[in-house]
């Protein structure tokens, strides 16, 4: 979990298209490469719904209620239900109203800060890396941010998938919780609508009808966790990464203008997605010349991909000044992140306002004794870091 990337090179190098064994003992196709994973992404053949998958074990071991739920997901469907689910919301997440965001953005984040400034220590992700991008998702959909620490909790038990499968019983009373409390929050904002996101979508299914009930609780999850959950790792990870790169840490100081460049390297080099995205074969289809066949699991490991070196020079060194940097952390072809414009903002305000708040940033720990979240989305579990005591924000 610390470093997989010896194996992911090794991976890479024995084939761009090979049998593996996934969690649960099912086996799939691992796509390596860029340009296979990058034509991968968008092909029409490879479908998002599982329900086209030949091995019956994939739905089997899922929790009921995640059967419910996330197969009712944009995220799980192809069109025409993709388009319409993804015309619903896009509008929230168009880069004009991500900017409009930014000042909220910014006071989320010095208000963080000013808490930890005075003591010079800090976990950078219970502390910062987490509040912060759940605390913008919950005001942008109007949920409750004091809310917050159930469905967290509940998040936690639902996502942490490693080697070993989580018990049952635990995943599934998490995944019972959190559509209990959406729906819920649901029925309160239907009696009390307000101007956010969530009341949007209730109109969209008792106005419009262009939304199902299944559809709704569905979308107001997915939301609710893929809107925080990636951006911690995106924030963890890139201070995890400058702090292991003086050299890039230093140029960042003093050349703060490369932000946005070094956040498109921190997705690229170790991005919150690993090793990829699973699609099914809806069809037989070659990929590199490897015969894949109908139903299939196949695994686009884009952070494979990423450190692919016919793709970028010097794939395993991290280079805040890369150019280029068409890095697939964020998918590719129609399901590309929708929220990637509220990421990268929330990323670069959140990075660079440490930079500039905490002096002398370094861990607390030796980097080895940094803990990884298991499963296939990646970022520090704790961040401890010391760093100079300062003041409040001006």
């Known amino acids: 979990m610390a470093d997989p990337f010896p194996l992911y090179r090794r991976l890479r190098e024995d084939g761009p298209v090979r049998r593996v064994v996934i969690a649960g003992g099912l086996d799939a196709w691992l796509v390596t490469r860029y340009e296979d994973a990058l034509a991968a992404l968008s092909d029409p053949r490879l479908s998002s719904d599982v329900r086209d998958a030949s091995d019956p074990r994939l739905i089997a071991q899922l929790p009921e209620f995640e059967r419910e739920s996330m197969l009712s997901t944009m995220l799980r469907a192809d069109p025409p239900d993709h388009t319409r689910l993804r015309r619903l919301v896009s509008k929230a997440f168009t880069a004009r109203r991500v900017a409009e965001l930014e000042p909220r953005i910014q006071e989320i984040t010095d208000r963080l800060l000013d808490a930890v400034v005075p003591a010079g ?15 913008v998702i919950c005001e942008l959909l109007g949920v409750p941010v004091e809310d917050r620490h159930d469905f967290q909790r509940w998040t936690d038990a639902m996502l942490l998938r ?185 990323g670069r305000i959140a990075i660079g306002t440490v930079l500039r708040r905490l002096p002398d940033l370094a861990l607390a720990v030796p980097p080895a004794e940094l803990p990884w979240r298991p499963g296939g989305l990646r970022g520090p579990a704790r961040l401890p870091v010391a760093f100079t005591p300062g003041g409040r924000a001006d």
């Open 121 to 135: 220590r800090a976990d950078l992700v219970a502390d910062f890396a987490l509040p912060l991008p759940v605390t």
């Open 162 to 346: 490693g080697q070993e499968l989580p018990d049952p019983a635990v995943v599934d009373e998490a995944w019972r919780r959190m559509r209990a409390y959406v729906t819920a929050l649901m029925e309160a904002k239907r009696a009390h609508p307000e101007d956010d996101l969530l009341s949007a979508l209730i109109s969209a299914h008792d106005e419009e009808q262009r939304l199902s009930h299944d559809e709704l609780v569905a979308m107001t999850f997915l939301l609710l966790v893929a809107g925080y959950v990636t951006t911690v790792n995106l924030i963890g990870g890139g201070i995890a990464a400058l702090l292991a790169h003086p050299d890039q840490l230093a140029l960042l100081r003093d050349r703060p203008e490369l932000l946005p460049d070094a956040i498109e390297e921190f997705l690229r080099y170790d991005g919150p997605v690993s090793p990829g995205i699973a699609r099914f074969a809806r069809e037989d289809v070659e990929i590199a010349g490897v015969a894949v066949p109908r139903g299939a699991t196949v695994v686009i490991a884009s952070a494979i991909a990423d450190r692919d070196p016919a793709r970028f020079p010097e794939p395993d060194r991290l280079d805040i000044t890369r150019r280029d940097n068409g890095h697939l952390a964020f998918g590719h072809g129609i399901h590309y992140c929708l929220g990637a414009p509220l990421a990268r903002l929330e």
